[in-house]
């Protein structure tokens, strides 16, 4: 069963709109129901996007759980906690590009993205949320880094930039861990699409990206890893 998006019609109660796009998250999360993607030549078209989108974020999944792990003695792996919080940016900022492409095509009428249609209310408005948090967290992050621990100004921000990121990516997660493990085919097998090389490397310069920029940001972090 697929969905696409809202119809316009206006709903005869007040709580009505507001059920229907419970309704279709819940569905969408539990993998009852689910958009179909039509997949274009050379790139793959909006398939691909997902397929790339999924993809970072399962990584992202992995390295926040990872992150999540070393708050629990932060002063014992600082040095983990910093390194991994600086492999989180590029696939972040991949992340928010190829969501960010997707939005862009279906709101320019592209006729495949537009066919495609757009996620469920609820998670587009969570969506921005996400990004925001996001790059909030990451980047009082290394700021800190930057201005190190006595900068008690920048440790609160990245406190409230904490709880405001577990509270969307949580939902966020909850929302699209199923679906995200459908379209990377863990679990069942995957149609072939173009655009695969492409996307591989993408995803690996990213990776690449990641390690370099967090190897010098920890050599630079000497007034966090000394303390």
Do not use: C
Not at 32 to 59: E, K, M
């Amino acid at each position: 069963m697929t969905i696409g998006g809202d119809d316009g019609t206006p709903d005869a109660a007040p709580g009505a709109r507001w059920r229907r796009w419970a309704g279709q998250t819940l569905a969408e999360a539990t993998g009852r129901r689910h958009r179909v993607d039509p997949v274009a030549p050379r790139t793959g078209g909006p398939a691909g996007n997902a397929r790339l989108t999924a993809w970072t974020g399962l990584v992202l999944l992995v390295l926040f759980l990872a992150e999540i792990g070393t708050m629990l003695d932060l002063e014992g792996f600082i040095s983990w906690h910093i390194t991994i919080g600086t492999l989180l940016v590029p696939p972040a900022l991949l992340k928010t590009v190829t969501t960010g492409w997707r939005v862009l095509r279906y709101y320019t009428h592209r006729p495949a993205y537009r066919q495609a249609g757009p996620p469920p209310m609820l998670l587009r408005v969570l969506g921005p949320l996400v990004v925001v948090s996001t790059l909030a967290l990451l980047g009082t992050g290394l700021a800190l880094v930057a201005a190190g621990p006595d900068t008690t100004s920048l440790v609160t921000f990245h406190k409230i930039a904490t709880a405001a990121w577990v509270i969307t990516t949580g939902l966020h997660t909850l929302s699209r861990i199923l679906p995200a493990l459908r379209i990377v085919g863990i679990g069942r097998e995957t149609t072939p699409l173009s655009g695969r090389t492409a996307r591989v490397v993408i995803l690996l310069l990213t990776l690449a990206v990641a390690g370099l920029t967090a190897t010098l940001v920890l050599t630079a972090s000497h007034s966090w890893t000394n303390t």
